[in-house]
């Protein structure tokens, strides 16, 4: 039975944590590395973590004492990440008891990826499931560069003109980058050298989620909302949408960020521009296609 690492870190989550650690109680796949990374709160965090981990053998806690951002957390845990695949939960979201069963399930390999469906938990309680983009169960690694990456990177011209005209909805066909909508494998994570990129304000995930998809070796999916996100009040991403300014400058961030992860993927012989600027299909170069294919 692989060891199975789970990723979480936190920030002032102490009305969450009772239920988080009642779920990873609950999860009946027990080989697990669970990183806890406590990244400098204010509130009681710190306390509630120890208690569980003094209780739990499986639960390491790294306790920070200062704030630096949950991509300064989570690379912490990386670094001590002992799994073959390896899982980030959010502490205020919910999730299936058996997503890391489901999921180890379906690997061959320790080079395999799983990707699941997910859903929204609105306030008022209601869930809405999301409409999972992916038609196949297996992908191969060229058709992660074909069929997987573009519903990921970003949304093209070509997407945009088909909101404006009526024809698509925003979202349809796209894929959150949360790092939470897939199992990795660690052996990709290290040896492509992928990490959370600690001076984005926003994106950290699309940065971090698309190069790994850029390099996988095979996905496997499971059409099946394993992983809730919930829609807490305070959250980070609220507080960052009422900043206009904060927005904007994160924004442009990103974009530079997008622009140089597709500059790296074309020396491999990838490019992703047309992909979040002004196509919707990922153009190969011919002496990389010629390769994959032979």
């Given at each position: 039975?692989?060891?199975?690492?789970?990723?979480?870190?936190?920030?002032?989550?102490?009305?969450?944590?009772?239920?988080?650690?009642?779920?990873?109680?609950?999860?009946?796949?027990?080989?697990?590395?669970?990183?806890?990374?406590?990244?400098?709160?204010?509130?009681e965090t710190s306390e509630i973590v120890q208690k569980y981990a003094e209780e739990d053998s499986r639960i390491e806690f790294i306790d920070k004492k200062v704030n630096e951002g949950v991509?300064?957390?989570?690379?912490?845990?990386?670094?001590?990440?002992?799994?073959?695949?390896?899982?980030?939960?959010?502490?205020?979201?919910?999730?299936?008891?058996?997503?890391?069963?489901?999921?180890?399930?379906?690997?061959?390999?320790?080079?395999?990826?799983?990707?699941?469906?997910y859903a929204s938990v609105r306030r008022n309680g209601s869930v809405a499931e999301h409409k999972f983009s992916y038609l196949k169960r297996q992908y191969n690694k060229k058709e992660i560069?074909?069929?997987?990456?573009?519903?990921?990177?970003?949304?093209?011209?070509?997407?945009?003109?088909?909101?404006?005209?009526?024809?698509?909805?925003?979202?349809?066909?796209?894929?959150?980058?949360?790092?939470?909508?897939?199992?990795?494998?660690?052996?990709?994570?290290?040896?492509?050298?992928?990490?959370?990129?600690?001076?984005?304000?926003?994106?950290?995930?699309?940065?971090?989620?698309?190069?790994?998809?850029?390099?996988?070796?095979?996905?496997?999916?499971?059409?099946?909302?394993?992983?809730?996100?919930?829609?807490?009040?305070?959250?980070?991403?609220?507080?960052?949408?009422?900043?206009?300014?904060?927005?904007?400058?994160?924004?442009?961030?990103?974009?530079?960020?997008?622009?140089?992860?597709?500059?790296?993927?074309?020396?491999?012989?990838?490019?992703?521009?047309?992909?979040?600027?002004?196509?919707?299909?990922?153009?190969?170069?011919?002496?990389?296609?010629?390769?994959?294919?032979?």
């Open positions: 039975m692989d060891l199975v690492t789970i990723i979480t870190p936190v920030y002032n989550g102490e009305k969450y944590l009772q239920r988080y650690f009642a779920q990873i109680n609950a999860i009946g796949y027990k080989n697990l590395q669970i990183i806890v990374v406590n990244d400098g709160s204010k509130d991509s300064s957390a989570r690379n912490d845990a990386l670094k001590r990440a002992k799994g073959t695949f390896c899982f980030f939960f959010d502490c205020d979201d919910t999730f299936d008891a058996q997503i890391v069963e489901k999921c180890v399930a379906k690997v061959k390999s320790d080079t395999d990826t799983v990707c699941y469906n560069l074909e069929q997987v990456l573009p519903n990921s990177f970003g949304t093209s011209i070509a997407d945009l003109k088909g909101y404006l005209s009526g024809k698509r909805g925003m979202r349809q066909g796209k894929e959150l980058n949360g790092p939470w909508r897939m199992m990795y494998s660690l052996k990709i994570i290290r040896e492509e050298n992928i990490f959370f990129r600690k001076d984005l304000r926003v994106g950290e995930d699309t940065i971090f989620t698309n190069k790994y998809l850029a390099v996988a070796d095979v996905i496997y999916t499971i059409d099946e909302p394993l992983y809730y996100l919930h829609n807490n009040d305070g959250s980070a991403i609220e507080a960052y949408n009422l900043d206009v300014n904060r927005m904007i400058s994160g924004k442009l961030q990103l974009i530079r960020a997008k622009d140089e992860l597709s500059n790296e993927l074309q020396q491999m012989g990838m490019d992703t521009y047309e992909l979040w600027g002004g196509g919707v299909h990922t153009f190969f170069r011919s002496n990389w296609l010629c390769s994959s294919e032979g």
